[in-house]
DNA sequence: CCCGATCACTTGAAGCGTCAAGTAAAGTAA
DNA sequence: TTACTTTACTTGACGCTTCAAGTGATCGGG
């Protein structure tokens, strides 16, 4: 990369491993609510989520798994566990049938619903109440800059 | 949980969309950049560093089980597949038995030497560089914040 | 109309993390 | 000493994600 690396500075460094350490203990800690309370991931409450919010609670794969931040091939086998939860079903487009059309069941919507509020509760409790109105501003913008930075383009920078 | 959850604000929900996808997008950077240049993921970086960083270049098992922020069993398993690339020793503590000592081999202090120059400016790159000197402040508290509500108590809250 | 290319997705194998069970050393109490 | 508990770690099985290869459906050129 370079023969005199720019090293990190305390400031930086305090940073750096506040961030190391969110980032590796708030994706447990609600994997693991939603897995205590729901028995689902939370790359599966996403994907229910997502479908959730979808015009007749159906999407196209390839936008379910962007909204899911997710590859394709990872939802699709999850996307095959909720089928066999019942949770999902799948159907070809009529339109093109390279395209598959996840759609949400009635036993999924439920599903959904059940689990919402204590998710939200979760995630209120983690990050935020914890933090006040101005520092959820700021993490918006420094979420989206990383974001950015990262995956330039990707998705939804919003 | 509760009967009548608080939902979401507008710019509550944005601060959280914004943070997921970091929480997503961010690791999968950090463990890509690793994994090409230097073939080893982000965790096995962790102990490799925390290792360099240690008197004697040397561990307790649990102690750097912490430091990484993984638990004891996964870091068994790392430190199995480190020793088979040579990078790291393990031996019991002459003075607790019950204790196993993790060593850096010459050959891991090497590894440590060439990666960490490529993996700092894969920091600098992702989250220093696109954020502000008050916006690295802001994220360090923040961080602080969120893993404290996560994990009351965990390591070092600094 | 045909054939190759492209697109959207699926599938199977390999690797890593987690959980539960197991092992060995040290502490404790009779 | 012996037996029981605790501590620190290891191990094996299982589930999930990733990667590479494969399957159809559709498009585009001749």
Redesign the interface.
Known sequence: ??DQ????TD??M????????????????LDGQLQRDAGISHFEY?VLAGLSMSPDRTIRMSELAQLA??SLSRLSHVVSRLEKRGWVRRCADPGDGRYTLAVLTDDGWEKVVAT???H??T?????????T?A?????????????????PG??CP?
């Open positions: 990369m370079d690396p720019r090293w990190l400031e930086e305090e940073a750096w491993l506040a961030l190391i350490s969110m980032l590796i203990k708030l994706p447990q800690a996403q931040d997710g919402a509020p204590g939200v509760a995630v209120r409790a983690s990050v935020i109440d914890p933090l109105k520092q959820i501003r700021q993490l918006r913008d420094i979420g989206r800059r990383i974001t950015e930075a990262v995956d990707g998705a919003g």
